[in-house]
């Protein structure tokens, strides 16, 4: 498997969790502390750990710590390698239907000319 699948396979495990999401959606309006990003979630901070490490690992979050307070950033380019294969499947599929399509009307024409 190639680097770039691997690094798309960590992305979409990374995406695959809803409370990965809600806090990449968090980072979206800015970077946020360790805290605030933990604050909407009922689990133990080191259970909230091993998401945002899920998430830093696969390149969608960077922290940096200041003192005692460690803040979290979106960094979106593993989400654009996403968007990017989505895009090529659906021009793919898309393509393979329209032809699944011309083939069964062309099918469908020769039946009624029976």
Do not use: I
Request: proline share 5%; net charge positive.
């Amino acid at each position: 498997m190639t680097n770039q699948q691997n690094r798309l396979n960590d992305t979409f495990h990374a995406l695959a969790d809803p409370t990965r999401r809600a806090v990449l959606a968090k980072l979206t309006s800015g970077p946020a502390t360790v805290s605030d990003l933990a604050q909407p979630f009922s689990m133990a901070l080191p259970t909230f750990l091993q998401h945002l490490k899920v998430l830093e690992e696969c390149g969608l979050v960077r922290s940096k710590k200041v003192g005692r307070v460690r803040t979290c950033q979106l960094k979106p380019r593993p989400l654009e390698e996403a968007q990017d294969w989505l895009g090529a499947q659906r021009t793919l599929w898309t393509r393979r239907l329209d032809q699944l399509d011309d083939y069964l009307r062309h099918l469908n024409a020769t039946e009624n000319r029976k």
